[in-house]
Structures are given as C-alpha cells and as structure tokens.
C-alpha cells in the first residue's frame, strides 16, 4: 500500500476573480473545475489543473472575500511548487514574470533541481521546479489554450515545504504512517537555518516529495488569503482508499473518516505539528460529470448538492470569469 504521490494542493484566496485571472492568465494552467465549497456552499471551489485535470496537477482555492492577511510562521505548508519541462523553461518564466511584474526571485538550486521562487499579489509563495528529465511521478500535460507557450507549460504539482518548529514529529507521520522515505537534505536559501530535510513517495522525484523546514525561531503561522489550507496525498485504488482509513483509524491520530467529495474520496487528519493532510483516492476523476473538452465552464454540483442547486445559486455571490 503505497501512496502515488502529491494529488492537490488547496489554499485561500481572498478574490476569486483576481486568482483566475492569475492561474489562468498568468500562469497558463485550465479551470478544471468551478463548483463550491461541499462544508460550506456560499463559498466558490476552483480547480487548476493540466490539460486533462489530471491527479498531481491540480491547485485549488476556496474564495474567502473576507479574509485577512496570512502571517507566516510554523506549523504551515509555507510553499507550494508547479513544475516545468527544463530550465530553459524557467528562464522563460522569469522573463515572463519580469514582463508582467509579478514578483520572483532568481533561478536558484533547490534540492539539486533548478527552480524559479515567485508570488501572487495576495502572498501566495510558489515555486516553479524544473523536471530536466528527472525519473519519477509521469507529469501531466501542459495546457495549450493559453498565451503560454506548451513547451513551457506547467505540467504539475512539485515538491511542497512544511515548516515547523521541530521535525521530528511530522518526520514520524510522513515515514512511520504514510510511508515516505528520507531522501536527504539541502541547505535552506539563507544557510542561517537548519537543512531543509527532503523525504518521497512513490516513483519519487518532484511530483511526490514533501520537505521539511526546521523553524523554531518563528511563531506559528496565522492563515489568510493566500496561505495553503492543506496537502493531499495520491491513493491508487478504493481498495487502497478502505486500507488507509482502517490505518489512520488505528494511528490514534484525529482524522475524518471517509469523505465523499465525489470527484474523489477523501480522508483528512492533522499530522503531529497541526498541518492538514488529505489522502485522496485518483479515481473517478473530474470528468465524471463533465467532458473533457468542457471542464470548468460551468457551476458543477455533486450528485448530493444538485437538488439544492436553486438555493446554491440564490446564496453564492456573482463570480464573473472573464476571458
């Protein structure tokens, strides 16, 4: 029972409108799916994703308009990266970048790979990791409806960054319940800090990785617009999806149990340093509901919701997505 690899990464955003324009515009990825918030439906779920909506592309964000700023600190998931083809592609995203004034930094080595750190305007820290034809988790495929360029496309999740006071713990959960290994470490940008601690799953490489900053100097984080909600982990099979909740429920750990979000199954727990993790089935897909070709186009409800689709509609607040 192994886990595949990184499936979603979700975060806040405090406007919608303004994370499309950023995601789609910008960045090049496809809305793969416009639904809702199934705990809370007054608010807006968005899906990026590859071309297909592939499992271990997709970045999603729930539309909190009043939300306050995020407040970093310990006890996070503090980055989150898309992965590129080669560093020629990074090198056309700083120029990108550079042309459109989203802040980024320079290419820099991270965990031996070439990658390209950047932020939107609500804070939201991304990095983009090139593959340069690493083994490991297949990526996705790039987006070609957009003014982005397929060879430079975004073709996935990369590696995400947990920071927290002590390792330790989350170390436990990620190699003794999940499965992980330690694949070893790198420096952290400024050197002033403990190495940043790599551990994989899976095939490994940028698409299952999670890494592990040691910050015992900072207070834990307070989230906001732009601050990632949770990471979720890649389950094969439904027989996979019955073994994991059967294993969480023996960790002693808090968790859900089994959630039905339709587009997949989910189980989510809070590891040892507070951060959520999900573990999410690959299966059935977003095309479930809707073809290929028509993703995102429209409001798309869950079997379960669909008969209070009227007062849905009634309670969410106008989202224009202009082209």
């Not at 950023?22 to 090049?28: A, D, I, P």
């Not at 705990?39 to 590859?50: A, K, V």
């Not at 959630?259 to 340093?273: H, Q």
């Amino acid at each position: 029972m192994e886990l595949l690899g990184l499936h979603h990464v979700s975060l806040i955003t405090g406007k919608a409108e303004k994370n499309y324009q950023f995601l789609t515009k910008v960045l090049g990825m496809r809305l793969v799916k416009k639904t809702v918030n199934q705990d809370n439906t007054r608010s807006y779920h968005l899906f990026y994703g590859d071309a297909n909506g592939s499992p271990g592309t997709e970045v999603t964000f729930f539309d909190i308009p009043m939300a306050g700023r995020t407040y970093p600190g310990v006890s996070s998931i503090s980055s989150i990266s898309l992965r590129v083809k080669n560093t020629d592609s990074l090198l056309y995203w700083k120029e990108r970048f550079t042309q459109l004034n989203v802040s980024h930094e320079d290419v820099k080595k991270r965990a031996g790979r070439d990658t390209l750190a950047f932020q939107d305007e609500e804070g939201t820290r991304m990095v983009l990791v090139a593959d340069n034809e690493e083994e490991g988790v297949a990526p996705g495929e790039a987006w070609e409806q957009s003014e982005v360029p397929k060879e430079h496309g975004i073709i996935g999740l990369g590696p995400v960054t947990l920071t927290v006071a002590n390792a330790e713990p989350t170390a436990r959960v990620l190699t003794e319940l999940l499965g992980f290994r330690e694949e070893g470490s790198y420096p952290s940008i400024t050197g002033e800090h403990p190495d940043i601690r790599v551990f994989a799953t899976g095939k490994g490489g940028a698409g299952a990785e999670v890494h592990v900053e040691t910050r015992p100097d900072l207070p834990k984080e307070r989230p906001g617009r732009g601050s990632v909600h949770h990471v979720a982990f890649r389950v094969p099979t439904m027989e996979d999806y019955d073994q994991w909740a059967k294993r969480l429920q023996e960790s002693g750990l808090r968790h859900s149990g089994k959630v039905e979000r339709y587009y997949f199954k989910a189980l989510y727990f809070r590891e040892l340093n507070d951060i959520l993790f999900e573990l999410s089935t690959d299966e059935p897909g977003f095309d479930v509901d809707e073809p290929i070709e028509s993703l995102g186009e429209r409001l798309a409800l869950p079997p379960f919701l669909e008969p209070r689709r009227q007062e849905i509609e009634e309670n969410l607040r106008p989202l224009v997505l202009d082209d």
